[in-house]
Structures are given as C-alpha cells and as structure tokens.
C-alpha cells in the first residue's frame, strides 16, 4: 500500500506548494482505491487534506487529485448538486461530494475527524469513485421514462390543472444520480431489482394527468423485481439530494397497483 | 483504434445536442458522442425559463421579443436569425410540452409565464411576462425531456467518448467534413466515426474564468477543435456574466428570483438599479445589472466585511414563493452560504456565465469557414455555436430558446443533408491528430502541474478580462495567457493507464482552455469600445462608426502558441435601426 500523505511533500517538487487557505484545518480522508488496470484488489488509502469547514468533500477530493494524486479518479460536472455525476458513500451514506459540507461531517467543535469515501454499493467499480452507470440507466430506461399519448395532438400546449401538475412535482426531481437505488440494501442483494430511482421515474408519468400510459409501467413494475421488492428501509430518501420522497412514491405506485387490482 | 460509421454524429448531449438527435434520429441513422453522460450536461443547471410569446398571461408578440433580442445584444445580433428565433420560440415551447416536459401552469391550466431580465412590451414600455419556466428547474427539466424522448425514439449514445478532433477531406469542390475523432474514457481506446454529417452542440468555455457558473467540465472543447482546424471563431470577446453568482463561489441564482420581485440592495439597502435602468430597474438586461453591481463595489457601496458583494433581496417575497418558484436557489443560498432567503438577502456577485460568441454559423446551424462559405457536413449549435442571436449580450432565457430552436434547425439540416449526400471518403491516418496529442501529454517531458496553470489562467481572466476591461488589464491578461501556454508544453500528466484516465481529460482541457483565453483577450484587445458584455473601461462607449461589426478569429499554424489573425463580419440588419440602450 502507497503512502500517500508522505508523496504530498515529494510531489511538491512539481511545481509550487499545494495552496492551502488561511483558517484551513487538517482532515484525514480515506479512500476506497481500485483500478482493475493495475490493482488485484481494492485497498484504502488515506491522506492529510487542508481543508476549510465550508468546503465541500468534492473540493477535498479534487485538492487530492490536483496536488496529490492524479490517478484518483471520479465524475463531477456542476459542483452544486444539479448534474448528480459525483455520488458516492461518505461515512457509510450515499450523498453527492459536491453537497456535503466539511463542517456538517466535523465532530462536534471541530475536532479532528476522519471522512471515509466509497463508491457507491451494488454497481460495478470501474476505477476508485468511477462506478458503471449502465445497469442503472438500463432500469431507468425500463419503465419507459417518457411521456406517452395517444390520439391527435393538440395545436396548443396540453391544459394541466396547476393541482394535476403538483400531483407529480416531487419526482420531475430526479437527477439520476443513483444516490437512492444504491442506498438500498435490496438492490445490493438482488441487483435485478428496477431500484428506487427507476421507480422515481416511472411515478413521474403514471401521475401525470397528461400520459396515457400508466397501465403499461404499472404491469412493468408489478414484475417479480418490480416495486414489491422494497422493503421500505427508507434509505433511499434519506440518500436523495434532492429531497425527493422516494419511498412515499414507491408506496404510492404499489398502491396504484392495489387500487387497479380490485 | 475502432471503425464507425453513420450518417449524421452529434457531438454533445446537452440540450442542443438532444434536440438536435431527436430530428436526425427520425430522419437518418444517427449517433450521439458525448464526453458525459447525457443527464450531467450543463443545460441541466439552467434555471429560470425560457421565453416565447406566448401571450398567455399578457398581451405579447414575437415582433417584441425580436426587438427585445436585439437591443438586448446591443445591436451587434443579426436580426435575421433574431427574427427566426423569437418566431419560432413559441411551437419550441409547445414541442417541450407535447414532448412531456412540466411546466408551471396558469390557473387556467395554461403554461405560465414569468417576466425577465430585458423582456418588455410594446419595445421597452415595461417588463413582460414571457418566460415559460418549470419553478427554477427549466433547464433540468429540458434536459430530462429531451433526454426521455432520446430514450423514447432509441438514440443511439455514446457516453463517455471524448471528441478531440473533426475530419476533414478534401474534394474538387473544398473541404468537407466527414467524421470525428474519439478518445473512448473507459479503454483509452480511439474511435474514427465516419458520417456525412457531424452536429457540434459541446457548450461553452466558462472553466476560463475562476467565478463562474458553470461546470468543471466546460472547457470549450468544441470551439477549441474547430479553431485548432483553421476554421473561425466569432464575437470571442463578447462573455457574459450573470449577475447574481452566490458571492465568492460563482454558483447561479436566476435572474427568475428578480422576475418574481426580488431586488438588489447595497449595503445601505438602497435599490441601486432605480440610478441604472429607472424603468425596469432589477430586471435590466444582465450585462448592465453585472457592472451596475460591479460600480456599486467599486465606488464602496458593496455589503459584507470587505465591502466587496451586494445583495439580493427576496424577504419579501414571502415562504411560499420562495419554496414553490424558487425552491432551488433557495436551497443553494442555505446549503452553500447558510443564508435562508426567506429571513436574509443573499450575497451575491457578478459570476462568468455564457459565452455569446462561438463558431459562427447560418441560420441552419451551418458551419462558416469565412464570412460567405460554408464547411458541407459540418454544423453546431447552442452556446458553441454564434448565430448571432445574442450579440454582445444574451437576454436571459434566449440561451435554452437557441439550443431548441438552433438544435432542432442543425439537427433537420444535418439530416438531410446526409439523405442528399454520399459518404466522403475520409482523409489518410485519420487518428493522427489525437494520437500525438494523447502521446505527447503522457510523454515525460516536464514537471508543470495542470492544476497550477489552471488556477493561474482563471486568477488572471478573473482579474484583467471580466466584467470591466481596460488596454492594461488586457495586456496582462495576454501577457500571462501566453506565459501559461509555454509552461503548458511541459506538463506532467501522473496518470498513465488507459482506464478512465480523468487527468489526462483535465490536461488536455486546459488545452482548450488556454487556446480559448487567448482568442477572448486577443479580441477585446482589439474592440476599442465597449459594447453589451464587453466593457473598456478606456473606451466607455460604443463606437457603430468602427465596429458596428462581428469580430472572426482565425489560429494560424498548427502550434499552441500561434498568431490570431482577426478579421470581419457585417452585421445583419432587417428593420430595427441601432438606438442608444436605456432601460
């Protein structure tokens, strides 16, 4: 295993001093390292971050690739929680790095602390934080995540009572970040599972008053791996960085199949 | 390397470049390149709305938005294409609806309205309500629309390959375009697509700047291809910067928060824009609240321990509107600053945004090789592309109104010039380019670190090319550009493996970057007035004698650091003859 914090003085020869603002802290990060390239297995490295209460852990992260590390390895884009690119588990909870406050992970009065970072749980690792999408938007693209009509357009905008518009306001939401399908202790199980945000999406268009075609994602999702797989454990609204009330809306889509049932 | 071939390849999978696939998808066989999955493009972080004339809560036509366009671009906008855009914009709104997408309502159940910065009735009289908006998500929930209906006609994507070069080839009748070049991020592996049309729709440069908006990944990859071709670049010195940035990190609060009444206040709380723009006051167009802002700092009314921010005022505005309209900025505001809007005004600053300029293109999305001709096969379109719909300075909401209106144009036209068209064949070692690129970068060959030149690049356009410029300001900023592309020539990439090579990304990047800054601060040098977004100090007004005219670049030489030759490009007038700009 490297040691990390030791090559920070050495890389220093590269160029000037790492930046480091005044009133900065020292923080331990410890990172869940793979690149399948090169490593038989994944490891943890951990490393001595300057850092200010008022970064995010996307700032720490990216000061570790920039002065420390270039190999470490993960997506951002926005860098304020819109594109959902950077999530992964942040002391054993999803979140995206560039939501989450240093100052909101210090112990209490600011103690030194240790941040530990992973990728997210229940997709394949491609390279450290870099996790493969795929089976993810492959669910997603499932449940036909599209608005569905039929009959003659309209000349105009379709008419949607503001009320019809809030039914489904909560789940227009959705980053597809994977925050809360790989929060869910199902899903890492039983990766066949649609998963939360899968779910998320299908809600999105059986409760807007404009598709008509609930009844075909209600059929998808009435499959075996389809929504009463959730066990209501909650984790993937806790894990929304949006706020979205995920299980609310998986509780919601089984009880239109219920209500379709009888 | 891998072989591919299809009609028309769209670069990019922002809102430009999915709109642009939904028309080609239905009319060739085409594929989507993209250095990011499609759901992380920055048109997702757009907020407040996109205006048409829709006339659905007032009364409202697309003449006004064309003039409010053009005035709004201090007449450097060719009103040709203002004209189509501002037409257009209405079934570019309905489209999105009919496609699914969200947006508020009236009470009547009609697609609601908002009023916004340089939007006003009967040209100027007062600020109307035009921008359809979906709370303060519009661009998220454009980009999910246009990404679901990608997913509904089975667009074919691939995620993740970064373009770096176009292909060119020669035939009696000039250049065509005939592929792209990719670097795949999983393998380090290149592609060579083939295609008889190729859509540029890669955004903007805004990593150029320190403050700023946009993503990390806004490099400018795009333009920076192009330029590096010998193909022009247009009106590079005209930037906007929006003006509310949370202050000292750059990250937006729409311009919508105005639209819905919030105001501006220095730190004696005075409502500064009454001095600027008395008639509409908060809501003039972003260029002049930006230096209004900046002045106010400047002449020591700024808030905050350093004086050195303003802010923005939404307590009135009440819990409600705040949580339904604007639940987003809000969350912002309290995450990243622990300001809550609904009890405090929010501190805010001027934050680099969106570049009007581009590779300049025809109304169809056509790529421009000079003023009169254009490059057959090759198009772009949103904020890479310049119409010129924005001149000098984009009107809030025009941008996700270009990327439809322009994105669906460039989409039809690349497909059917693909129907019309037989394959080229493509020129000889196609991958050339990029192999020595990627070789050179992961060369041993110096100690310099990419993220050093990076922060220094952003430091100096920061401080010598932003809001306000002067000849010395500018100067520097040259001096210092061109001292960091020498040092580029000696960066050391530490990452050497092929699997998902992220700093090797970020080296090449800073490419673009650099390539990009010089263009930008080379024309402003040059553009001895001030005009829209580009403000000299030294040269306090516009000048229509000398340059009532759009600005071309073009790189001579293949090196890095290679001369710019500027030329020309007139402007296109149709009825609105240039006035002085009051609001």
């Not at chain 2, 490099?219 to 929006?242: A, C, N, S």
Request: glycine share 8%; proline share 4%.
């Amino acid at each position: 295993m490297s040691a990390p914090a030791e090559e920070k003085t050495a890389s220093g020869s590269r160029g000037s001093e790492p930046p480091v603002p005044d009133g900065a802290i020292t923080v331990t990060v410890k990172i869940r390292r793979f690149n399948p390239e090169f490593d038989d297995e994944p490891r943890w490295d951990t490393f001595e971050v300057p850092a200010l209460p008022s970064d995010r852990v996307l700032n720490l992260l990216h000061y570790l690739k920039w002065y420390v590390d270039g190999t470490l390895t993960f997506r951002r884009s926005c860098a304020h929680g819109i594109c959902g690119s950077d999530a992964m588990r942040i002391n054993g909870v999803n979140r995206l790095a560039c939501k989450v406050l240093l100052k909101d992970l210090l112990a209490g009065g600011g103690k030194a602390t240790t941040i530990t970072i992973e990728p997210i749980k229940g997709l394949p690792v491609h390279k450290d934080l870099l996790v493969d999408m795929e089976p993810f938007f492959e669910a997603y693209r499932a449940v036909k995540p599209y608005l569905i009509s039929y009959g003659n357009e309209p000349t105009r905008e379709r008419i949607q009572s503001a009320a019809d518009r809030e039914r489904f306001d909560d789940t227009t939401k959705c980053i597809l970040c994977a925050a809360c399908t790989t929060s869910c202790p199902v899903y890492w199980t039983e990766g066949s599972y649609f998963g939360p945000a899968a779910i998320v999406n299908a809600h999105r268009f059986i409760f807007d008053s404009r598709d008509e075609a609930a009844e075909e994602r209600l059929d998808i999702l009435n499959d075996v791996d389809g929504v009463w797989r959730c066990r209501t454990t909650f984790n993937c609204t806790d894990a929304c960085p949006r706020g979205i009330q995920v299980t609310k809306a998986i509780q919601e889509v089984k009880r239109a199949l219920l209500f379709k049932r009888t | 390397m891998q072989f591919h071939k299809y009609d028309v390849i769209i670069v990019g999978a922002g809102g430009a470049g999915m709109r642009a696939a939904i028309e080609s998808g239905q009319r060739a066989r085409t594929a989507v390149l993209t250095k990011l999955y499609p759901t992380r493009s920055h048109t997702g972080a757009a907020q407040g709305g996109m205006c048409a004339a829709l006339a659905n809560v007032e009364e409202d036509n697309w003449e006004w938005h064309t003039f409010d366009t053009i005035k709004g671009g201090d007449y450097l906008v060719d009103q040709d294409a203002a004209e189509i855009m501002a037409k257009e914009a209405i079934d570019a709104v309905l489209d999105l609806e009919k496609m699914g997408l969200p947006f508020n309502r009236t009470p009547e159940g009609k697609i609601d309205q908002r009023r916004f910065g340089g939007h006003t009735r009967n040209h100027g009289e007062a600020a109307v309500r035009r921008a359809c908006y979906a709370a303060d998500r519009t661009g998220h929930m454009i980009l999910q629309t246009l990404y679901q209906n990608c997913v509904k006609h089975g667009i074919e994507f691939f995620n993740e390959f970064y373009v770096l070069d176009i292909l060119l080839s020669d035939t009696p009748d000039g250049q065509v375009c005939t592929g792209a070049v990719a670097y795949e991020l999983a393998t380090g592996e290149i592609h060579v697509f083939q295609a008889k049309s190729v859509v540029f729709a890669t955004g903007g440069f805004g990593k150029v700047f320190k403050t700023t908006s946009n993503a990390h990944t806004l490099t400018g990859d795009g333009m920076g291809i192009v330029f590096r071709k010998g193909l022009p670049l247009e009106d590079m010195e005209f930037y906007q910067f929006h003006p509310t940035g949370l202050a000292g990190l750059g990250i937006l609060l729409t311009e919508g928060a105005r639209g819905e009444g919030a105001i501006l206040r220095n730190a004696s709380g005075e409502r500064f824009m009454e001095r600027y723009a008395p008639t509409i006051k908060d809501l003039a167009p972003r260029d002049i609240v930006a230096r209004s802002m900046a002045l106010e700092v400047l002449e020591g009314r700024g808030a905050g321990p350093n004086k050195d921010y303003v802010l923005l005022d939404c307590t009135h505005l009440g819990a409600e509107v705040l949580e339904t309209k604007l639940p987003d900025i809000t969350e912002f505001a309290r995450t990243y600053l622990a300001v809550d809007p609904v009890k405090e005004p929010v501190p805010v600053y001027p934050t680099a945004h969106y570049a009007m300029g581009g590779i300049p293109t025809n109304v169809h999305g056509e790529v421009l090789r000079d003023n009169d001709n254009v490059i057959p096969g090759l198009y772009a379109a949103g904020e890479c592309a310049c119409v010129s719909v924005h001149g000098a300075n984009r009107l809030g909401t025009n941008s996700l109104l270009d990327i439809n209106v322009f994105g669906r144009r460039a989409g039809i036209a690349a497909a059917e010039y693909a129907s019309t068209h037989e394959f080229v064949e493509i020129p000889e070692n196609p991958t050339r380019v990029v192999e020595e690129q990627i070789a050179l970068a992961l060369s041993e060959h110096g100690h310099e670190r990419v993220a050093d030149i990076r922060t220094e690049l952003q430091a100096s356009m920061d401080a010598n090319a932003s809001v306000y410029r002067t000849e010395d300001t500018l100067k520097q900023a040259l001096h210092d550009v061109q001292a960091l592309k020498e040092r580029y020539s000696r960066i050391q990439v530490q990452d050497k493996g092929k699997r998902f090579n992220t700093d090797l990304l970020e080296a090449v990047e800073l490419g673009f970057l650099l390539e990009l800054a010089e263009v930008l601060v080379v024309g402003a040098l040059a553009r001895k007035e001030s005009r829209g977004g580009h403000a000299r100090e030294d040269y306090p007004s516009r000048d229509d004698t000398n340059f009532m005219r759009h600005s071309m670049y073009y790189k001579q030489g293949d090196e890095l650091t290679s001369d710019i030759r500027l030329d020309y490009k007139p402007v296109t007038f149709t009825r609105y003859q240039p006035m002085e700009r009051k609001y």
